[in-house]
């Protein structure tokens, strides 16, 4: 791993994470950056907060709404299309999945008229947001990940294939942080929506929904972390022989004790073909190691 933190705390949780683009047809690949009376503050981040310039986005008028949810339909495959067929067959359920946007809007007015990934006024906590978390700004082999410790959130930036340090490109005390909240409506439910005591806020999207789920639950205590000596020796057999059959270039496990007591073991292997992109293997284990099933609460 590229960053770890000082002796003095340990590491509980640490996800992929970006600002999140809008889903709604009148703001679909859009976000925009806003002080509380709604007003763009793009300029502003530009001039004072130093961020490059990015791109202008405009809310789409009717009939390009009606296009894009075309092609948005299009775009997503063929089992998009033929579960669009049979819904208007009057078939129940969707045969080949669902498409990857679930959810009802929340929050229409942030959600379907306008997409806001920042919400902050001059001197709050949210306008201290790094730049690179902005997939638009940033190098298209750049990463940004968030990294929970006991006393921190840590923002992290890396380059895809670098063995070099992560930069370290902002960090917040926990007790800034006010509500971790998920908000269904997005690409495959991964966005969620940190607010501060100020109430300034940034919107971001994780690697994947459990990703999301998890750092939520890690932030909120409900769950907690262990390191591999923690384990008992049946819980370490089980695991290395997870490790074993896993990927040479797989990241290191990390361990998080659910509710229940059982132990989710997840390790990250980059994606084929996607560079920055991980597929996520896990196994959940009892306390002597051998496999278990999730328990009311704990997912």
């Known amino acids: 791993m ?3 933190p000082g002796g003095d705390e340990t590491l509980q949780y640490r996800t992929g994470v970006h600002f999140a683009a809008g889903v709604a047809p009148r703001v679909a690949g859009a976000r925009w950056f806003r002080d509380t009376g709604r007003r763009d503050i793009q300029r502003e981040l530009q001039e004072q907060a130093g961020w490059p310039e990015g791109p202008e986005f405009t809310v789409r008028p009717a009939g390009e709404r009606a296009a894009r949810r075309t092609g948005r339909v299009l775009g997503v495959g063929i089992p998009a299309v033929l579960n669009v067929v049979a819904n208007a067959l009057g078939g129940g359920g969707s045969p080949f999945g669902s498409p ?3 959810g009802r809007p929340d929050e229409p007015e942030n959600e379907v008229d306008d997409f806001p990934v920042l919400w902050a ?3 709050t906590v949210a306008r201290g947001a790094p730049w690179q978390l902005d997939p638009s700004r940033r190098p298209d082999t750049y990463r940004t990940h968030v990294a929970l410790t006991e006393r921190r959130l840590v923002f992290l930036g890396t380059t895809v294939g670098s063995i070099d340090p992560a930069d370290v490109l902002w960090e917040v005390p926990r007790d800034t942080v006010a509500e971790l909240r998920r908000m269904p409506y997005s690409e495959g439910e991964s966005d969620v929506r940190l607010t501060f005591t100020d109430s300034s ?3 971001l999207t994780a690697m994947n929904p ?3 789920a998890l750092l939520i639950r890690h932030l909120q205590g409900a769950v ?6 923690d384990l008992t020796e049946g819980q370490r057999i089980r695991v ?3 490790v074993r059959d896993l990927p040479k270039n797989a990241e290191p496990p990390t361990f998080t004790v659910l509710p229940s007591g059982i132990v989710q073991v997840c390790c990250e292997v980059p994606a084929k073909g996607a560079p920055g992109l991980y597929d996520t293997h896990a196994i959940l284990m009892d306390s002597a190691g051998a496999p278990a099933q999730p328990r009311p609460g704990d997912l």
Do not use: H, N, T
């Not at 907690?224 to 000596?229: A, D």
């Open 2 to 4: 590229d960053w770890y």
């Open 100 to 102: 990857s946007v679930r």
């Open 210 to 212: 459990d990703d999301a």
């Open 201 to 203: 806020w940034i919107r």
């Open 121 to 123: 006024d001059p001197g």
């Open 240 to 242: 290395d022989r997870f």
């Open 224 to 229: 907690g972390s262990l390191q591999k000596s």
